[in-house]
């Protein structure tokens, strides 16, 4: 309800006023004193308050400071016919959105209403466009993984340290990103995202830093880098394992020196920028190939954050589809569907590969594909890639050192590992343990009392 609160000691000017505004539309309050105005906020839902500054008791200056301490998100005018310019100078300070000297033109305060409404208007489809938005930055889940995720998240935002996100591809690491963002000091601030695997090398340094008109040719127009459009805000370097080591020299010092040099220019460009980077790779193996570099590596990486994979918080899995039912069943203006019993145990037990995109697309795909209201298993496995069965795959990294060791002691160590894997996964029984393996009985008794397995 639009609701204004107009705060006068003047009994006319109070009635003048409410039957101007509301003659408009507009629901009105009316208050002879701060105290009493006070007391209506408390329990109303007031949108602009029309306050004269000097009023008995506590004065309108006096009342701002209150109303500031308690809630900033009412609008407030304030009128006099007696204050003086530092009056007026403070009340702005205070955050009053104007001041009218009275006696009040009705024209020229009806019209500076409508502003205010019109402004209340805009930012209301602001906050619901930024509320439809992070709908599709939400992070969904209950699990343990999820759980220690974002503590590190909540640890890792109000600072400025940079943060280094690691994860598989489809994981959700610019979610991670812009949930740091979003609960940072910096949150009203741009969220700049470069995907340096998406452009091309030879672009990389011009999308970062910018140009100056006449740089290179086809440069004809000045153009700003992603590093000056976060100025104040956040850089997200996503993909940042895929930069080249030319483009990663160049960022190093830009970093240390938090300057810049636009391409075809000498004159440095100060900024003031809080850089989130994530890589699926494993930078570690990329360093020791010499395709990272170590420096840039420990530059960025001040707070490590680790992206589990869907496959490690399968308890997610079934708030993760509803979540994503609800999002594409409203998007495609269908009835709300479901999954039944069945066909979310065969998504539980399913591997991932995709990983959280996976699972998106899929759950799209049924709602637009399936003609049922609760979609099926059958409907279900079409859509997921063939399943290796784990059990009988074996990793060579599965616990094994290889240092100072024969190759036979290494051959013997997997062995015996692999028997030790089927052993307990047959509960004892040799026969099928015999059977798995494709090696006769004879042979896996001696190799089990070999290995002392029993």
């Known amino acids: 309800i639009t609701m204004i609160l107009v705060i006068d000691d003047e009994k006319n000017i109070r009635q003048s006023l409410k039957g101007t505004l509301e003659d408009e539309g507009y629901t009105v309050d009316t208050a002879e004193s701060a105290e009493k105005a006070l007391n209506l906020i408390a329990d109303g839902n007031y949108k602009l308050i029309i306050l004269d500054v000097l009023l008995p008791g506590m004065n309108g200056i006096e009342f701002l400071k209150k ?3 308690e809630n900033n998100n009412i609008y407030v005018m304030v009128i006099s016919g007696h204050a003086t310019v530092d009056m007026a100078v403070e009340a702005t300070k205070l955050g009053a959105y104007n001041f009218l000297e009275k006696p009040l033109n009705p024209d020229k305060l009806l019209l500076e209403v409508k502003n205010i409404f019109e402004r209340i208007r805009i930012e209301n489809e602001i906050e619901s466009l930024r509320k439809l938005a992070d709908a599709d930055f939400e992070m969904v889940g209950n699990s343990t993984a999820m759980k220690k995720l974002r503590e590190e998240i909540v640890k890792a935002a109000p600072t400025d340290g940079r943060v280094f996100i690691e994860g598989e591809n489809g994981t959700g690491k610019e979610l991670v990103a812009r949930a740091i963002h979003r609960m940072s000091n910096r949150r009203n601030k741009p969220f700049v995202k470069i995907n340096c695997a998406a452009i091309p090398k030879e672009l990389i340094e011009s999308e970062l830093f910018g140009f100056e008109k006449g740089a ?3 440069a004809s127009f000045r153009k700003i ?22 483009t990663q020299a160049k960022l190093l010092r830009v970093l240390e020196e938090n300057e810049l040099l636009r391409l075809g220019s000498n004159k440095p460009v100060k900024f003031d920028v809080r850089i989130i980077s994530a890589t699926n790779k494993n930078i570690m193996q990329e360093i020791d190939r010499g395709n990272f570099r170590e420096d840039l590596y420990f530059r960025l990486k001040v707070i490590p954050v680790y992206v589990p994979p869907l496959r490690e918080r399968k308890s997610d899995i079934p708030l993760l589809v509803n979540h994503f039912l609800r999002r594409f069943c409203g998007k495609n203006n269908k009835r709300l569907k479901t999954f039944d019993d069945s066909a979310l145990e065969l998504m539980k037990c399913y591997s991932w590969p995709g ?3 996976e699972l998106k697309n ?8 399936s003609e049922k209201n609760v979609i099926s298993e059958e409907e279900i496995k079409d859509y997921l890639l063939p399943q290796k069965d784990e059990s009988k795959v074996f990793k060579f990294e599965d616990g094994l050192k290889v240092e100072n060791k024969s190759l036979r002691d290494l051959t013997e160590e997997f062995q015996k590992k692999i028997i030790e894997k089927e052993f307990i996964k047959h509960k004892g029984n040799v026969s099928a343990v015999a059977s798995s393996l494709k090696i006769d009985r004879a042979n896996l008794h001696r190799k089990l009392k070999k290995f002392k397995i029993k």
């Open 67 to 69: 109303l500031r301490e």
């Open 362 to 369: 899929i759950v799209e795909r049924a709602v637009i594909m």
């Open 355 to 357: 990983n959280i995109r």
């Open 225 to 246: 880098g992603r590093i000056e459009e976060a100025d104040t805000g956040t850089l997200f370097l996503d993909e940042v394992g895929d930069m080249s080591l030319d």
């Open 216 to 218: 290179f040719t086809g």
